[in-house]
């Protein structure tokens, strides 16, 4: 009955939300380059030989398809050590603390192995080339990368659970865990962002996604956590891509990224301008 009655509540939010939309757009990427409003930045180019500037973050299409988006890559093939390729631009609006936004994206994996990271961060942008992995507050992680204690990643979906912490995403009401992400499938993504302070339940996330397994909208992870917990206003999106080191590469696939959109409160309908392969 529990479980009856909370799908019960997401699809009446879906609904009524449907019927209120507000959505900013944060990019749609239907331009034929990236413009200067996207900061570009690798935090650490360890490619050796040395290879100037070898990220990949450019605006693309499928040949058969109009649509365009965001190919996200740490570096091309065979080009290894480049650690941390930063690609962010600044929030239309900014989320001020107290406040809960819900922000929708679509991925699609282009291939494995790779390393991506993407989320909200609450820094300046110099602050943010700085720190890199801690610039970042919610955060979602798409990798089959080993990590150091032996165990491996196999392509699902992850939400940052704290500091270095990250969980693989469930069908939370059907308490199942969830398939890995398949090359070339395109995702639909709603995280709804409480960033109000810890002692008042913010600092956290829920996420849901539509698309694999998911025919239908479905809540996949609830309360992540943010990465840093500073409490301050979120001001940028971000990714990041890592190639591993030229000893232990992670390998250099990439993730697209599209219809980037923000709105305020809990928001679980698509954009209206949003088309749908």
């Not at 939300?17 to 690798?42: H, M, T």
């Not at 996200?72 to 107290?98: Q, S």
């Not at 891509?241 to 990224?257: A, L």
Request: hydrophobic share 35%; proline share 5%.
């Amino acid at each position: 009955m529990n479980k009856l009655f909370s799908l019960l509540c997401v699809l009446c939010l879906g609904a009524c939300s449907a019927s209120s939309s507000y959505w900013q757009l944060v990019d749609n990427f239907e331009r034929l380059e990236l413009g200067e409003d996207w900061v570009k930045v690798d935090a650490q180019n360890d490619t050796d030989p040395y290879v100037e500037d070898p990220q990949i973050a450019e605006i693309t299409a499928f040949e058969s398809q109009n649509n365009r988006f965001l190919l996200k890559k740490a570096a091309p093939d065979g080009v290894l050590g480049n650690r941390k390729a930063l690609t962010f631009v600044e929030l239309p609006t900014t989320v001020r603390v107290g406040e809960i936004y819900t922000f929708y994206t679509r991925i699609n994996v282009e291939y494995f192995p790779n390393n991506h990271s993407f989320g909200l961060g609450n820094l300046p942008s110099e602050q943010i080339a700085l720190l890199s992995y801690d610039a970042f507050e919610p955060m979602m992680r798409i990798t089959d990368k080993a990590e150091s204690d032996g165990s491996r990643n196999d392509g699902t979906l992850m939400v940052s659970a704290g500091h270095k912490k990250y969980e693989k995403i469930r069908n939370v009401l059907a308490e199942e865990p969830v398939n890995p992400l398949q090359d070339g499938e395109w995702y639909e993504l709603w995280y709804v962002v409480n960033n109000s302070r810890n002692e008042d339940g913010g600092q956290g996330f829920d996420l849901y996604m539509r698309g694999g397994e998911f025919e239908v909208q479905t809540l996949v992870y609830r309360r992540g956590k943010f990465r840093m917990q500073r409490e301050l206003p979120l001001t940028h999106f971000l990714t990041i891509s890592n190639t591993g080191s030229k000893k232990s590469p992670y390998g250099n696939g990439g993730v697209r990224y599209d219809d980037v959109f923000m709105a305020k409160n809990m928001e679980l309908s698509v954009p209206p301008s949003v088309v749908l392969e």
